[in-house]
């Protein structure tokens, strides 16, 4: 028999937890606020049905997602009156702990995916593959964390279980501090719009996150104050080292360091390799490209296009592992393309 979920917030986040359970089995019902997210997630068949109220057909369902910002779901949870097991994704959890306490069954949630996209024509059932998703303990059952447990992995995503403070000083480095740096640098880009025609690969992908809803992010930086602060200090006082060690002009402090922190991000996960690939401004290009991936049989783990800033082509970066690089530069080369060493 499948198990029923009720999905309150069809957005981009809510509509791909509706697709992913869909593929998997779930029945799954959703409402939102807005009308226009119940219908576009309808018609992606991300749920099967809309639900007239927050509150119909809780008593049926097995998981009640709330799948909304963070100061929604805090609003929300003091009125909840239901059997069902509970989890939301926001992505601060010790306030949503402390406004969830009167609930009978509440496993709080924080899936670390997301997109720059927002909206349920964005949503995908893959967005959540491979991705971690943090389970608090705080007061949940271990019945009720293997249920959640078990919606998660149907996602293809991998649960990991802590309290709500470990998490929220955990993603206030991993998470908020770079959605804050990426503002900061498009502030100061804002400043001299001319550095922006110099700009590459690393200024795009420091700043990619800049794009995302800004009102979700207020609602982040909100909720977790007290962890953002004492990130932001942190940053603060490393900046200054930093800052110190150029003005005294320390090479040997500064070659340390950078070679500390290029050895530390090398230790954060396989070693991968950029294989870059001169495009031409002529038809089937990325067609030929697709065929040597497919031919090489690499594993891709990320791509990138630097465009030619008059007329077409320019410069595909793909990122796979490492021992597989010299498998896709064959291909590729067999495929008439030139590589960029």
């Known amino acids: 028999m499948s198990k029923k979920v009720v999905i309150h917030g069809t957005g981009l986040m809510g509509a791909s937890i509706g697709l992913g359970l869909v593929d998997a089995g779930w029945e799954v019902f959703g409402w939102d606020p807005d009308p226009a997210a119940v219908a576009m997630s309808l018609k992606r068949g991300a749920i099967s049905r809309a639900l007239e109220s927050p509150t119909a057909d809780l008593d049926n369902a097995d998981v009640l997602v709330l799948a909304g910002p ?42 670390m995916a997301g997109s720059a996209s927002s909206g349920a024509d964005h949503a995908s059932a893959h967005l959540f593959h491979g991705a971690t998703w943090v389970l608090c303990d705080d007061t ?47 502030e100061m880009a804002e400043q001299n719009p001319e550095a922006l025609h ?9 700043t990619r996150v800049a794009g995302s ?5 207020t609602d982040v930086f909100m909720a977790n104050q007290k962890a953002m602060a004492v990130t932001i200090n942190q940053l603060q006082g490393l900046l200054e080292r930093w800052k110190l060690d150029i003005a005294a002009g320390d090479r040997a402090s500064i070659n340390d360091r950078l070679e500390q922190t290029r050895e ?29 991936l497919e031919q090489s049989e690499v594993d891709l783990r990320d791509l990138q296009i630097r465009h030619a ?33």
Do not use: C, Q
């Not at 019945?143 to 403070?165: C, F, H, T, W």
């Not at 110099?198 to 200024?203: D, E, I, M, V």
């Not at 595909?316 to 010299?326: G, N, R, Y």
């Open 70 to 111: 963070p100061s929604a779901t805090i609003d929300s949870l003091g009125d909840l009156d239901t059997d069902a097991v509970v989890t939301d994704i926001a992505s601060v959890k010790r306030p949503v702990v402390e406004a969830g306490a009167g609930l009978r069954r509440f496993v709080p949630g924080h899936p």
């Open 140 to 186: 949940a059952g271990k019945e009720d964390i293997d249920l959640v447990k078990g919606m998660v992995s149907n996602l293809g995503a991998s649960p990991v279980v802590m309290s709500s403070a470990e998490h929220d000083e955990r993603v206030a480095l991993v998470s908020h501090l770079p959605r804050l740096l990426a503002s900061v640098l498009i």
């Open 198 to 206: 110099l700009s590459a690969g690393s200024f795009r992908d420091l």
């Open 213 to 217: 809803e800004a009102g979700w992010w």
């Open 264 to 292: 530390a991000r090398a230790g954060f996960g396989p070693s991968v390799a950029a294989v870059r690939v001169i495009l031409y401004d002529r038809p089937g290009e990325i067609g030929l490209v697709g065929r040597a």
């Open 309 to 341: 800033e008059y007329g077409g082509g320019g410069v595909l970066t793909l990122s796979v592992a490492a021992a597989e690089a010299a498998a896709l530069k064959k291909a590729l080369a067999d495929n008439g393309f030139e590589i960029e060493e």
